[in-house]
């Protein structure tokens, strides 16, 4: 049987806790872990339940929750930090200058680190490489963040639905989704958002900034999502398949939305009239139909719609675009919507 030690959880073992002086964080007692160096939650804060890889670093950690006296407090906002290098990165928060600028779109940054890693978003550069899988990253953050799913851990629980996350931020964010906290705001149109990132995706949006540009075509996207999802137009790839008809998508989202298809779930429910809805896009623009909102507007005309699919419709009245094309006879057509009712004169369907 094994000999019974104290779980290796919180900076060493308890013992050495009492020798300082200091209260054991955790008295519960286990029987010995077999070691596995490659574990990364292998140390856990007692206090903040956030995971390290090794003992020391834990240490580190552990003594900005011990040490508060010896931290250093930002006076505008009383945030502390345990160091002075820390402080004055954070400091720059308070204030309007951002002395690193994007030579492409002429963004600002506090660091010169922050600039490095933007321009990446222009040049499609990705210099850190997972040795797991070849993806690639622009940032060393960004890999370690990723590293943690091979990893297989997460240590970060919703005591609601019992889902984990490997990192406590997506943990946060996930809880909304129960809470319908959306604590972020577009000071444009007011709609609000679960997290930050979501908020930035959406006011470049409204500033047209599109920083992903597809090398075959050239097209632009907000997002580097839209972008992967638009070269697989390219390649013909569809990697998402259906494994009740087989059919295949570009996305995992289509795949979702389209098993709807299958089992009949609406999911979105309109709490004003009850109607439901397979996606959630679809009970946004419904909803609008009941407070008469038209959030995008033509600049042409000035023209207001309720979704953006019908004001992209509507422009091609300016625009004389129809990129809509009947293979029989080659007439073209604004909407595909027209485009199926045209087909029916060659087929001779009847609705």
């Not at 040049?123 to 990723?146: I, N």
């Not at 639905?161 to 149109?189: A, M, Q």
């Not at 992903?212 to 632009?220: A, L, N, Q, T, V």
Request: glycine share 6%.
């Amino acid at each position: 049987m094994d000999r019974v030690n104290p779980l290796k959880n919180d900076a060493g073992s308890v013992k050495e806790s009492q020798k300082n002086g200091k209260e054991p964080l955790c008295k519960e007692r286990f029987t010995k872990q077999r070691s596995t160096r490659k574990n990364i939650a292998e140390y856990s804060c007692g206090i903040c339940k956030k995971p390290f890889s090794s003992e020391q670093k834990l240490l580190a950690h552990r003594d900005t929750h011990h040490k508060k006296g010896n931290l250093l407090e930002c006076e505008m906002c009383k945030k502390s930090f345990v160091s002075k290098i820390k402080l004055t990165r954070h400091k720059k928060i308070h204030v309007c200058d951002k002395p690193f600028q994007c030579q492409i779109c002429e963004k600002s940054f506090f660091q010169n680190a922050e600039l490095v890693i933007h321009v990446r978003s222009h040049t499609g550069e990705k210099p850190f490489h997972c040795q797991t899988c070849d993806k690639t990253f622009v940032s060393g953050l960004v890999l370690r963040r990723h590293m943690k799913i091979h990893s297989g851990i997460k240590p970060f629980r919703c005591e609601i639905c019992g889902e984990s996350f490997v990192r406590n931020p997506n943990l946060l964010i996930h809880i909304r989704s129960h809470t319908g906290e959306k604590p972020y705001h577009c000071d444009i149109c007011e709609k609000s958002f679960v997290s930050r990132s979501n908020l930035a995706i959406h006011k470049r949006r409204h500033s047209g900034e599109k920083l992903f540009h597809c090398e075959i075509c050239g097209k632009s996207f907000v997002t580097n999502g839209e972008l992967t999802k638009h070269n697989r137009t390219h390649t013909g790839e569809n990697p998402f398949q259906c494994d009740i008809c087989g059919e295949s998508f570009l996305d995992s989202s289509n795949l979702t939305t389209h098993k709807r298809t299958h089992t009949g779930e609406k999911p979105f429910h309109c709490e004003i009239c009850g109607k439901s809805f397979t996606q959630n896009s679809h009970l946004a623009v419904h909803r609008r139909m009941h407070t008469g909102e038209k959030p995008f507007r033509c600049e042409t005309c000035g023209k207001s719609f309720v979704s953006n699919s019908d004001l992209t419709t509507h422009k091609r009245i300016h625009t004389g675009e129809k990129p809509f094309h009947c293979e029989i006879c080659g007439k073209s057509f604004r909407q595909n919507s027209s485009l199926v009712v045209h087909k029916r004169i060659h087929t001779g369907e009847k609705v």
